[in-house]
């Protein structure tokens, strides 16, 4: 599945919708046991909306994170993944690409700031469909009217900000 245009810049709310709403299990590439680590809560998110996470990360293979077993490369997995989120820089997202076709994933999903023009197109040509430069977890939360101005769900989303309203009183 390709973008609806063709092109990479902007995705539509309904081809993302199709694209998380079609995968069950999920492989990290890059993931992180370091709880403040962006991959670290990405995980955890994705998880607790019940995608199977199957984290990636050589130099932490046959440990665990979140209680979940890590591999060290995507060939090691018993069975292929639906996607693979890629938290890697865009010069590795080419090699991780490749490893996602050769693992027979379905999606190349490429994190915030990440975007290998070249590996999309190798991928697509596969017949991979690849989304690059979001966050499924940021996505979800947009898509599904979890996320407010401050990350916190308050059931409603704003357009412009508010007033700020005195809280504090003024010491003398």
Sequence with gaps: MTPPGGGHGA???????????????????GA????????????????DKGYRIIPINPKLAGQTILDLPVYAAL????EPPDMVDV???????AGVTDEAIAAGARVVWMQLGVRNDEA?????AAGLTVVMDRCPKMEIQRLFGEIGRIGVNSNVLRTRKLAPQK????LI
């Design 32 to 47: 992180s046991a370091d709880p403040v680590k962006a991959s670290y809560f990405v995980m955890k998110y994705l998880r």
């Design 120 to 124: 999309a197109a190798k991928a697509e």
């Design 11 to 29: 995705y539509s709310d309904a081809f993302l919708k199709e694209v998380l709403g079609g995968v069950k299990s999920i492989a990290v590439v």
């Design 167 to 170: 809280s504090f009183k003024k």
């Design 75 to 78: 060939k090691d997995l018993p």
């Design 87 to 93: 938290f890697r820089n865009s010069a590795a997202a």
